[in-house]
């Protein structure tokens, strides 16, 4: 029988999943505070949003600055953000053995960002949406084995 695991809040079993979670990632020789906030950063071109990101004080206040369309948009975001988001979170369970160990722990569960808030990233609440962050977390967790 193939188990399903799901999660959201970083306060729930495998909230370490969520990219809300405080697991510092380095990639191209910065800091980021999580992968939200490097997610996040990563919609811009410019380098003083993307610092700005950088230095938000929680996940959450990542988001928003991300989520503020006031700043421009790189062009390319929708057809580069799955891959992204790919990097973000491969480095977040290298770098953390903790976490490689957890993501290796669940075997060959359905990992599943269940969410009502979000039918891309998640499964919509209801198992409808796309569930692209748990998609994602599968394909880490195969790369992991080897």
Do not use: C
Not at 34 to 39: D, I, L, P, T
Not at 49 to 68: F, L, S, V, W
Not at 128 to 137: E, V
């Amino acid at each position: 029988m193939n188990q399903e695991i799901k999660f959201y809040s970083t306060t729930d079993e495998y909230g370490e999943f969520s990219n809300f979670a405080p697991y510092p990632i380095k990639i191209k020789s910065k800091v980021w505070p999580s992968s939200e906030h490097y997610f996040q950063a990563m919609k811009f071109d410019n380098a003083a949003d993307q610092n700005e990101i950088r230095k938000a004080k929680t996940p959450m206040e990542a988001a928003r600055k991300g989520r503020d369309r006031k700043r421009k948009l790189k062009r390319s975001w929708e057809s580069i953000k799955d891959n992204v988001m790919r990097e973000a979170v491969l480095q977040k369970f290298m770098q953390h053995d903790y976490l490689k160990a957890l993501l290796l722990g669940t075997g060959s569960a359905k990992l599943i960002e269940s969410t009502e808030n979000d039918s891309y990233w998640g499964d919509g609440g209801d198992g409808s949406g796309k569930n692209k962050l748990g998609l994602i977390l599968m394909e880490v967790r195969e790369k992991l084995k080897s």
